[in-house]
């Protein structure tokens, strides 16, 4: 390991930890039951919206490929389902519901 990498990583980070090939830590896609779809992709849509991507950005990462899991929701539900979805949850991001600010009921 070069000298200048290792004054940039702590010792016992574990950041230069050799492979292994049954890694504890490796990180591992799971499936989502079809009942939670919805749940998953609505809580997808807010994460992004918190994090200040517009709707036409979300809708980006769902049509696109190189984001997996996003992709994969596209092509089961489809473009109308997830266009409805992002609608209505940004409808009421700008209703203050999601901010907790409008009542439930």
Same mark, same amino acid.
């Given at each position: 390991m070069p000298s200048e990498y290792q004054a940039i990583v702590?010792?016992?980070s574990g950041a230069a930890k050799e492979f292994e090939?049954?890694?504890?830590m490796e990180l591992v896609g799971v499936p989502i039951p079809e009942t939670e779809?919805?749940? /998953? /992709?609505?809580d997808i849509i807010v994460e992004?919206?918190?994090m200040g991507?517009?709707?036409r950005q979300v809708l980006f990462m769902f049509r696109s490929p190189y984001y997996g899991a996003t992709?994969?929701?596209?092509r089961q539900k489809g473009d109308a389902y997830i266009r409805e979805r992002i609608r209505s949850?940004?409808?009421q991001w700008r209703q203050g519901w999601i901010r907790g600010e409008a009542q439930n009921g």
């Open positions: 702590p010792p016992g090939p049954d890694d504890p779809t919805q749940r /998953v /992709v609505d992004y919206l918190f991507w517009t709707p992709h994969a929701i596209f949850i940004s409808e």
